[in-house]
């Protein structure tokens, strides 16, 4: 049987190849209605959608789904990363967005990326710009230049400008991929 995770990769994916699905494990199951992919988890309802006519699938998540993060995780693995704000409904929308090579995305808490911050803040005490870690703000990639936290506010300082988050706000980012070769 399908863990809760290997049967929302297989959303997923087959949503992305414009496949139709049929899965199901004890608390999720995956179907094709009308042209379009949904995920239901058992105890809330539909959580996830993707229309399959659309060149690029977009998907609906519903925001307080027990399987978010793991939706959130998939989705990322994709390159698709969310948009926008919760809609009247309570669903967060995704989009494909073209991962720069030798980078893996995240959408997560912005206090995940505070941690991460910590394994590669000593690359950005060298001269020149780092580029270790990128945020998605204003449609673009940021290399990030200092991160501090003070009162459950986090401030991301960019090339470009700063930017305040609340320590459970979401935020878009990238690492570089350590080469193990």
């Known amino acids: ?17 414009k496949k139709e699905i049929l899965l199901s494990n004890l608390s999720l199951t995956a179907q094709t209605v009308y042209k379009t992919n949904q995920l239901a988890a058992k105890s809330e309802g539909i959580i996830a959608t993707a229309q399959l006519s659309n060149t690029l699938p977009e998907f609906l998540i519903y925001s307080k789904s027990s399987q978010w993060e793991f939706i959130n995780e998939a989705l990322a693995e994709y390159g698709y990363l969310l948009k926008g704000e919760v809609d009247s409904r309570g669903f967060y929308q995704y989009e494909y967005c073209e991962v720069p090579k030798g980078y893996q995305m995240h959408c997560t808490k912005s206090v995940f990326l505070w941690r991460a911050w910590w394994k590669y803040r000593k690359y950005s005490l060298r001269p020149g710009i780092p580029l ?26 960019t090339l470009g400008s700063e930017i305040a988050l609340d320590s459970d706000d979401l935020v878009t980012w990238l690492n570089k991929i350590d080469d193990l070769k």
């Open 1 to 17: 049987m399908l863990a809760n995770l290997d049967l929302i990769r297989e959303f997923v994916q087959s949503s992305i190849e």
């Open 132 to 157: 270790e870690l990128l945020i998605r703000t204003r449609n673009s990639w940021y290399p990030i230049r200092d991160l501090i936290i003070s009162n459950r506010l986090l401030y991301i300082k």
